[in-house]
Each structure stands twice: as structure tokens, then as C-alpha cells.
């Protein structure tokens, strides 16, 4: 639903489930608040570390999408100058 504003006044991804990809060795998946010159604002953050091990950063966003994200953050603001891409998670587990 291209153009849709789940919440009319808001950005178009307000509300929406994220995956917000760093210039760094994070991953974070949450619900998408806003975003302005200071960065991107998320709730109910979940983090994947590619440097920690464990699972690939592909098993992580599937569980994710699987059986809910569990949030390490309630409130994460990414700052702008570490933000590679942000793209929705159904779209990032293909």
C-alpha cells in the first residue's frame, strides 16, 4: 500500500515494523516513530550484532517476524550518520 499513512499526520512508516540496517555490525527491528536530521526513532527494539555470533542476521529477522521481535530497547534513536537502509520487515524476509 504504497502512499498509506497508517497514522494520518505522520510519516508513512509511523506504526509500521522495521528493519533498520546500520553502517555498523547492528541490525535493529522495531516499530518506526519518526525520523528528523538527529536520526530515526524506533520502540520495542530488537538487536541483531553480526560481531556477537549466534544466529545469521536472515534467522534473526525471520524469527522476528515468526514470533514477534524481543525488545532489548522500549525507545533506540539511531543517529542519521549510522543509518544504511531502512526498509519494512515483511519486505526484508522476502
Do not use: W
Amino acid at each position: 500500500m504504497t502512499g498509506h499513512v497508517f497514522h494520518p499526520g505522520h510519516q508513512e512508516l509511523h506504526g509500521v515494523t522495521i528493519v533498520l540496517e546500520t553502517l555498523g555490525s547492528r541490525t535493529y527491528v522495531g516499530r518506526f516513530h519518526s525520523q528528523d536530521e538527529r536520526g530515526v526513532e524506533l520502540h520495542d527494539v530488537g538487536v541483531h550484532d553480526a560481531l556477537a555470533g549466534g544466529t545469521s542476521k536472515e534467522e534473526f529477522l525471520r524469527q522476528c517476524n515468526r514470533f514477534g521481535i524481543r525488545p532489548e530497547h522500549r525507545d533506540l534513536l539511531v543517529p542519521s550518520n549510522d543509518v544504511a537502509s531502512i526498509r519494512r520487515l515483511v519486505d526484508a524476509i522476502g
